[in-house]
Nanobody, 123 residues
Framework: VQLQASGGGLVQAGGSLRLSCAASKRTASNNAMGWFRQAPGKEREFVAAISWRGDITLYSDSVKGRFTISRDYAKSTVNLQMDGLKPEDTATYYC?????????????????WGQGTQVTVSS
């Protein structure tokens, strides 16, 4: 199982970043994928998830309307477009492969995790 997240960085408030997570085809086939984040001193929290078919997406209330999750089947990647970034979005972002084809907001529903990519939003 291999997941490689990229795209993090430093951005000013109101700016945008696009995260990508590359997964082996065997890893991601038939499985939902998701993004979580963890800020220093806080628990890892759900951000967004997408079904295997891409027809179902879930978002946390804190990012709804600002972030967009999508899948690129040709490249076996899942992307997270983050617009309107706020300082409170600062965290390490992790991608994960779900245990099932439908997405979930629960950490326990994800079997494999990437190494994380840092997102820092300055005010």
């Amino acid at each position: 199982v291999q997941l490689q997240a990229s795209g993090g960085g430093l951005v000013q408030a109101g700016g945008s970043l696009r995260l990508s997570c590359a997964a082996s085809k065997r890893t991601a086939s038939n499985n939902a994928m998701g993004w979580f984040r963890q800020a220093p001193g806080k628990e890892r929290e759900f951000v967004a998830a997408i079904s295997w078919r891409g027809d179902i997406t879930l978002y946390s209330d804190s990012v709804k309307g600002r972030f967009t999750i999508s899948r690129d089947y040709a490249k076996s990647t899942v992307n997270l477009q983050m617009d309107g970034l706020k300082p409170e979005d600062t965290a390490t972002y992790y991608c994960a492969v779900g245990r099932r084809s439908v997405p979930s907001t629960e950490r326990s529903s994800y079997a494999s995790w990437g190494q994380g990519t840092q997102v820092t939003v300055s005010s």
